[in-house]
């Protein structure tokens, strides 16, 4: 099936499955290796991404389901100011040990940010409530997420 | 490979849903696990898909005459942003799966896939939640107990799609809406209970008490309602153990992989007392 989407601000038009995942469009066909697979079945939030600005998992997205969407990976998102923003927060709050489950909980923090621009700290926690990680224990991906909202003041 | 229908209206889709023999896609978070592959091997469905989630015809949302009515292709985060949804819905919406769930799941696909474990599927029962469903030659209405019939079992024929969804929007003085599980997010219940009461001058005017992954269908516990309805408040207290009687009896839940079915005939009974003897006073 012949799909047409946009992806990281750029048209672009793909021949694959109906059904074929997301997650896999992204990771195998497009080589877009930030979106990792983690359960495979929705509870991780490791294959995170934006559709029309919205988080989403990307291992439960058809890519049927895609037809004139708009999906943001973190390869695109790393260029903007507010990524500079939730970087800092997150370096310096150590919100990052082995960092496969980072790029799902940028994502995760954009989607908070860009629908609350000053979340409190319980806010912030039902924000990555879709999110696992097994290495921080979360109060420093909270406390990173709480910074970056400082650090990017204005830019959300 | 199966093959994929993407139609443009629903009409259109109606006419594909009558000539071919289709698994209808909606938001697909259920269908995407159900049918999960390798990785990177596409799903594995075994019939031709028809993809609905797209149809706008499928994505009003309106308010007539006391009634919520919405498309079957709205999401649970459309219903939370709608202006017309009650301050008490959206608080237990936001309980559902988790954000990123909650952005493409459909409260018509969790009523299809009719899971015993459906977690908006209490709401749905006790509200009194009726279901249109349309087929190319017909229409009718179908309320959400009848509509399902056991688990991952409705009363669907295999030429409709549920279009509609429709909800008495009314105000309620309690609403308690529990889950149980091992996580807060995403996690399939063990045991959920939601219940909606309308307490005036002390009295109980109104009662709806339904129980989720306690039998091969929610549990709507009508003769508890009963019992508790036109009661004063404060002499409810006397007749707990009558109604956790009628709970216990009435709810058949089974030991699998998520609990057992002694956890769940007490945490059960345990939650409706903490709404009687807890929330109820407030």
Redesign the interface.
């Known amino acids: 099936?012949m799909i047409n989407f946009i992806l990281n601000g750029s048209s672009i038009s793909i021949d694959?499955?109906?059904?074929?995942?997301l997650l896999?469009v992204l990771?195998?066909d497009l080589k877009l290796t930030s979106v990792k697979?983690g359960c495979?079945?929705?509870?991780c939030?490791s294959c995170?991404v934006l559709?029309n600005g919205?988080?989403?998992?990307s291992?439960?997205?058809?890519a049927?389901?895609l037809?004139g969407q708009e999906v943001v990976t973190l390869e695109g998102y790393r260029l903007t100011k507010r990524f500079e923003a939730i970087k800092e927060g997150f370096e310096s709050c150590g919100s990052v040990q082995c960092g496969f489950c980072t790029p799902g909980f940028v994502m995760?923090a954009e989607?908070l940010l860009s629908s609350n621009r000053d979340p409190t700290e319980d806010e912030v926690i039902?924000?990555i409530?879709?999110n696992l990680c097994r290495c921080t224990g979360y109060q420093m991906i909270v406390a990173g997420i709480l910074k970056a909202k400082e650090i990017g003041k204005g830019l959300w | 490979m199966v093959k994929a229908y993407r139609p443009t209206s629903l009409s259109e889709a109606l006419l594909i849903r009558k000539y071919h023999d289709v698994i209808i896609f909606n938001g697909g978070t259920d269908l995407m696990v159900k049918y999960r592959n390798w990785t990177s091997v596409a799903p594995n469905f075994p019939k031709d898909v028809l993809y609905i989630g797209h149809l706008d015809e499928l994505k009003h949302i309106d308010e007539k005459s006391d009634n919520l009515i919405f498309g079957s292709a709205v999401t649970y985060a459309q219903l939370l942003k709608h202006q017309h949804i009650s301050h008490d819905l959206k608080n237990l919406i936001e309980q559902i799966g988790s954000i990123a769930i909650r952005n493409i799941g459909t409260l018509a696909g969790n009523a299809c896939n009719a899971s015993p474990a459906g977690d908006i599927l209490p709401v749905l029962y006790a509200l009194n939640a009726n279901l249109t469903l349309k087929s190319a030659d017909h229409s009718r209405v179908v309320a959400i107990h009848d509509f399902i019939e056991g688990p991952g079992k409705t009363n669907l024929r295999s030429d409709e799609i549920v279009t509609e969804i429709t909800l008495k929007n009314q105000t309620f003085s309690h609403t308690f809406y529990r889950k149980v599980g091992t996580r807060k997010a995403n996690a399939i219940s063990k045991v959920s209970v939601f219940i909606v009461a309308d307490v005036r001058d002390g009295r109980m005017e109104d009662i709806r008490i339904t129980i989720g992954a306690c039998g091969p269908k929610v549990v709507r516990v009508y003769e508890a309602e009963q019992l508790l309805k036109g009661k004063i408040v404060v002499e409810i207290q006397n007749i707990i153990s009558e109604v956790l009687n009628i709970v216990a009896n009435k709810i058949t839940p089974i030991d699998d992989v998520r609990s057992t079915q002694e956890y769940r005939t007490k945490v059960a009974c345990n939650l409706i007392e903490t709404f009687l003897v807890k929330e109820l006073i407030l």
């Open positions: 099936m694959v499955e109906h059904s074929r995942r896999d990771r195998d697979e495979g079945e929705g509870e939030g995170a559709l919205q988080l989403i998992n291992c439960l997205i058809a049927a389901t037809e995760a989607a039902k924000g409530e879709g």
